[in-house]
């Protein structure tokens, strides 16, 4: 089983279940061309610079996976 991360979405207050993959393209989207995407290893890094507290979604934590 793979982690989930518990993000809030600050809009609705609704709490959502993304995979790593959700949560890169989060991350990376509607980005210039220069644009040098994060990845598993240094999501956490581009999560607090870029989303949280800057957007609609707050990471509440993550659900390790077996």
Known sequence: MADLYKVKDITTGKFLYWTLTQVLG????????????YNASDWREGWFEWV???????LRYVIEGE
């Open 26 to 37: 989060e991350i990376n989207r509607d980005r210039s061309e220069d644009w040098t995407d």
């Open 52 to 58: 949280d507290g800057n957007g609609y979604f707050k």
